[in-house]
């Protein structure tokens, strides 16, 4: 399982700041989050990839339009993998495919808001999207929810590898040891965190084995 960091803040050297702390703690994966893509436009793609040249970089770019133009521009930036809304029209999402193909990058499909999930992961499996990502919004979160019990129904009903997002800690990650989960997508947990290099390694404690 591989571990994301989600950059959703709008100050960039601050996240440059987080994202290298982070990977020092052990993160594989560093996010452009949607924040920072709207605040700093294609320059905090471009930043992040030219400072860690050697590390996957994700624009959650919530791709629900124009996938190709998006997408496209994402990866001219440096993203190796956009996100698109799972609620896109399916020529919206074969559009950031061709783009994906071309750049050699990949994409993941982000459930979030979508109602009938796994009906729709096995649609967007057909499509042959890179990643589906079970989702729970921040605003979502402020009302309780979380992305687990999603996960549970589409885990080992998919061959997509599944990514998942949504108020993950130190805690309650644990709930994936059991889980079919490739990427873990982690945010405030780390970003809010004092010390976000120790915040990692607690992450990564957690999930023991079930990290590499």
Do not use: C, W
Not at 11 to 36: C, V, Y
Not at 37 to 64: C, Q, T, W
Not at 198 to 208: K, N, Q
């Amino acid at each position: 399982m591989k571990l994301q960091v989600a950059l959703d803040l709008l100050n960039l050297d601050e996240a440059i700041t987080i994202a290298e702390k982070a990977l020092k703690g052990g993160a594989d994966i560093i996010e452009a989050g949607t924040p920072l893509i709207k605040y700093n436009g294609m320059k905090a793609v471009k930043e992040l990839h030219e400072r860690f040249p050697s590390v996957p970089i994700v624009a959650d770019m919530k791709i629900a339009d124009v996938g190709y133009v998006e997408a496209e521009m994402a990866f001219r930036h440096g993203a190796d993998i956009v996100t698109v809304l799972g609620l896109a029209s399916d020529t919206t999402i074969k559009a950031a495919m061709k783009a994906a193909r071309e750049y050699k990058g990949k994409v993941m499909a982000d459930l979030m808001l979508v109602k009938d999930k796994l009906r729709r992961a096995k649609e967007l499996e057909a499509l042959g999207v890179d990643y589906i990502l079970v989702h729970t919004g921040i605003d979502e979160q402020s009302i309780g929810l979380d992305p687990f019990e999603d996960v549970r129904n589409l885990s080992g009903k998919i061959r997509t590898p599944l990514a998942i997002a949504g108020g993950i800690n130190d805690r309650n990650i644990i709930i994936l040891r059991d889980l079919n989960v490739s990427i873990v997508i982690v945010g405030g947990f780390i970003t809010k965190s004092p010390n976000p290099e120790e915040a990692v390694r607690r992450i990564l404690r957690s999930l023991g084995d079930k990290h590499g």
